[in-house]
């Protein structure tokens, strides 16, 4: 198994529709191993073929606590309800936007034996993961479903944050040495 690079906003293919797999085979199941360590490293709940630049209609889900599971050709059969969600997506890392995602979502696909399976999940962490994962396959990513700019959020960046902490610590240091040197200890 081996954890691929993941392919950012502005890849071509993330916005292909992905093709549909037509064998499920062990060159598969490798695949989806290395797609299973991929998310696993990146913190992820899901990821899609597409995000380590195999354009396949892949996904594969991770849910907190749970055994994570491959989702081949899934389609979404059902759904219904609409609810507002704070979503990221590990293709666009540093920013979390506010969008309207389904309440009850149903997903007709193969597992990794080949045998078709049906996930039903309801306002849920899985629900939103559904759905965001197919969109993956079919090249849309979340950002496409704001409703404006303004539902974009910037996260601050984890380095600034460390860079500035830094920074207190250095300025915290210089004023003891001052305050050390004009009470004239060594
Ligand atoms: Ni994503």
């Not at 954890?3 to 085979?25: C, E, N, Q, S, T």
């Not at 899985?126 to 404006?148: C, F, K, M, P, W």
Request: charged share 30%; proline share 5%.
């Amino acid at each position: 198994m081996t954890v691929r690079p993941i392919r950012y906003l502005g890849d071509p293919v993330l916005r292909r529709p992905a093709k549909k797999v037509r064998r499920v085979d062990d060159s598969l199941r490798r695949l989806i191993a290395d797609m299973t360590e991929s998310m696993i490293a990146a913190q992820g709940v899901g990821l899609a073929a597409p995000q380590i630049g195999v354009s396949l209609r892949i996904v594969v889900i991770g849910m907190p606590d749970e055994e994570p599971y491959a989702l081949i050709n899934p389609v979404i059969v059902r759904r219904s309800g609409e609810r507002r969600l704070d979503e990221g997506c590990l293709s666009v890392p540093g920013y979390r936007g506010n969008l309207t995602r389904s309440v009850r979502v149903t997903v007709k696909a193969l597992d990794e034996h080949g045998r078709e399976v049906r996930i039903k999940a309801e306002d849920d962490l899985l629900a939103q993961a559904l759905e965001h994962e197919t969109d993956h396959v079919n090249g849309i990513l979340y950002v496409d479903r704001l409703d404006s700019g303004d539902d974009l959020l910037k996260l601050e960046s984890p380095y600034a944050a460390a860079r500035e902490a830094a920074a207190g610590a250095r300025e915290a240091a210089a004023g003891a040495r001052e305050r050390a040197a004009a009470e004239g200890a060594p």
